[in-house]
């Protein structure tokens, strides 16, 4: 089944066309990171002004690309949510328009379900798994019992992860987005700032991140008052090891205590090298998946993978599809 996938939930407008969910025959993704530089950070208004130039763009080189006459696709796959409400109706428009045009089925993919199945285009899935999902807009602990049918353990309190790493870049001065660039300053720095961590109740598998947010913007400031100098690199470890030490010993609790082989690191923060690395060192005893780089930051191709399975349980989407409202999917579920 040759699935042609959009996604343009946020600043990245992409398309691609995935074969058995699997497969990726191509893989358009065209990122406005150069154009939302300058306001540190994503103006919803200007990205989806930017899909709607682009998209038909996208779209042609994807089907060029991928040497398929479009008669060869069977199904389309559009994020249909959750993101900002006027880049995804820009993607789902595109997507409506194609599949009437040309006859095909639809279906309207969860955007965090897509961040997801990532994990399962180069690796398998083996069921049950537990998945930490970190990226700009979401920080979930999630058990996936099966294909499709996932609950959540835990999540955000108050700010993500990534959107926290972007606000402490900021502060410290540094581009966006900041994940990258606080991951990459952080293996040059030592932890000499001491910064909370939160966990919570104790067992709790929810996140909060606010709190370390704040007391870095407030070291920052002091600092700026008595004209002392931030060392940047040190600051940037410190923080790091501050949100580390949380993820990985909340997702290792949820694997040991829901008893699962796989753990799955996915959505934008999974990019982050400390992360990998410190997953790797602490969760030995768990097969541990993590996307390639390139399908960990938003992209269609996750769109596709999910597509595939979500077709087989669900169908396709009855006539139309309605942008930005579906909220997280996801069940919450108590462990013992
Ligand atoms: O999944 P994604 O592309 O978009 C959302 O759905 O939010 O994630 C983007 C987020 C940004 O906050 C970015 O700073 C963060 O992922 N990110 C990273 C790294 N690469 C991207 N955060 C930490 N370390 C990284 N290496
Ligand atoms: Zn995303």
Known sequence: MNILAVESSCDETSVAIVSDGKKVLSHIVLSQIDIHKVFGGVVPEIASRNHVIHMT???EQAIKESKLSIDEIDLVAVTQGPGLIGSLLVGINAATAFAFANNKKIVGVNHLIGHIYAANI??????????????????????????MNFKML?????????????????T????YPGGPIVDKLAAQG?????????????DSLNFSFSGLKSAVINLVHNANQKNEEIRVNDMCKSFQESVLDVLVDKTKLAAERLNVNQVIIAGGVAANKGLRARIAEKIKDKEILIPAMKYCTDNA???GAAAYYQYQKQGAHPNYLIGG????????????
């Open 190 to 202: 030592s932890e000499t700032y001491k910064l909370p961590r939160a966990y919570l109740d104790n």
């Open 301 to 303: 191709a996750m769109i």
């Open 325 to 336: 409202l579906s909220t997280i999917p996801f069940e919450m579920m108590e462990i013992e």
């Open 154 to 170: 835990g999540t955000t309190l108050d700010d993500a992860v990534g959107e926290a790493y972007d606000k402490v870049a900021r």
């Open 122 to 147: 180069d690796n398998e899935i083996k069921f049950p798994a537990v998945a930490l999902l970190v990226s700009g807009g979401h920080t979930e602990l999630l058990y996936l019992e099966d294909h």
């Open 172 to 175: 410290l001065g540094l581009s």
């Open 57 to 59: 763009r996208v779209f």
